[in-house]
C-alpha cells in the first residue's frame, strides 16, 4: 500500500470513527427520556390536546438542547457535532426516539407539533428572555415587542393610525401558531417559492377564496341542524387551519393587505399609484 493510500484509508477510518462517536453522544443524554416520553404523548395527540402536548414537548426539547451543549464543554466540537443542534437534525432525532417513519403513514399532526415544538425550544435556548413555556397551565409565552414589533396608534381627529415601536418587554400568552411567525422573523431563510409555484397561487387564488367560503356556510348550515354531514368535511387538521386564518384574519399583517387593497391601484399603464380621496373625503 502506497503511502497516500494509506492516508487517505485513515481519513476514512477517522470519519467512520467520528460518526460512531457523534452517535453515541447523542444517544447518551439523559433528557432523551423525557423528550421520547413526550414524543409519544405527541403521536396519540389531537387537535384539542396539542395545546397541552406542546409546551411539554418544547420544555424537554429545551433540556435536550441544554444537556448537549454541556456535555460538549470537554470534548473537541466538531462541525458535524453542532449540526445534530439544527431544526433539521433535531426533527430526525425526535422521529427516530419513537420510531417514526414517514413512508409508513404520514401523521400531519405529529409533524407539525414536533416542528413547531422544536422551534420554540430552539428560540428558548438562544433568546431565554423573549420566550417561556408553563408545562402545568400549558401557555406558550413571548415578549410583546418580539411577536409585534411595532403597534398601530389611532391619530387623534383622524381615521388614519401611525406604526410606533413597541417598547412592552413583558411576556404574555400567545396561541402556539404565534411560534412559527416569530420564527420565521428570527432565523430568516431567504427561501422563495419558484416561479411556477406563484403564478399557480396567483390564479387559483380567487377561486380558493371563493369555494372556502362557499364550504364555511355549509359547516354553519351543517352545525346548526345538527346534520352528521359536518363530519364528513372536517377532521382535526381542518380546524387546525381554521384556527390558523383566524389569527391571520386577525393579525397586523391583514391590516396591511387591506389599507395596501384600498390605498393604492393598478393604472391604465399597469404600473402601481396611490389612491387619490375626494376632496370633502373625510
Do not use: W
Not at 171 to 189: F, N
Not at 222 to 249: A, G, I, P, R
Request: net charge neutral.
Amino acid at each position: 500500500m502506497t503511502k497516500k493510500e494509506k492516508t487517505s484509508s485513515k481519513k476514512i477510518d477517522d470519519t467512520e470513527n467520528d460518526k460512531i462517536n457523534i452517535n453515541d453522544f447523542q444517544d447518551t443524554i439523559i433528557a432523551n427520556e423525557e423528550l421520547r416520553e413526550n414524543l409519544e404523548l405527541a403521536l396519540t395527540q389531537t387537535n384539542i390536546t396539542t395545546t397541552e402536548v406542546l409546551p411539554k414537548l418544547a420544555s424537554s426539547i429545551v433540556k435536550y438542547i441544554n444537556e448537549f451543549k454541556l456535555n460538549l464543554e470537554n470534548l473537541t466540537i466538531t462541525d458535524d457535532m453542532m449540526k445534530l443542534l439544527s431544526k433539521k437534525e433535531l426533527t430526525t432525532h425526535c422521529y427516530q426516539l419513537v420510531d417514526y417513519k414517514r413512508k409508513d403513514g404520514v401523521n400531519d399532526l405529529f409533524e407539525k407539533v414536533v416542528s413547531r415544538a422544536i422551534r420554540l425550544g430552539i428560540m428558548i435556548v438562544d433568546f431565554p428572555e423573549e420566550f417561556s413555556v408553563d408545562e402545568e397551565t400549558s401557555e406558550v409565552f413571548i415578549m410583546s415587542k418580539v411577536l409585534e414589533p411595532q403597534n398601530k396608534i389611532k391619530i387623534k381627529g383622524s381615521k388614519l393610525t401611525k406604526k410606533v415601536n413597541n417598547e412592552d418587554d413583558s411576556l404574555i400568552p400567545v396561541t402556539t401558531y404565534a411560534v412559527d411567525k416569530v420564527y420565521a422573523r428570527k432565523y430568516p431563510t431567504g427561501k422563495r417559492k419558484t416561479k411556477t409555484k406563484d403564478e399557480k397561487a396567483i390564479k387559483e387564488f380567487k377561486n380558493i377564496t371563493k369555494d372556502f367560503l362557499s364550504g364555511f356556510k355549509k359547516l354553519i348550515a351543517y352545525s346548526s341542524k345538527q346534520n352528521v354531514k359536518f363530519f364528513d368535511m372536517v377532521d382535526d387538521n381542518t380546524f387546525e387551519n381554521l384556527e390558523e386564518v383566524k389569527m391571520f384574519l386577525n393579525s397586523e399583517d391583514y391590516q396591511n393587505i387591506r389599507t395596501f387593497s384600498v390605498e393604492y391601484q393598478v393604472n391604465f399603464n399597469g404600473k402601481l399609484e396611490k389612491v387619490k380621496k375626494a376632496v370633502n373625503q373625510q
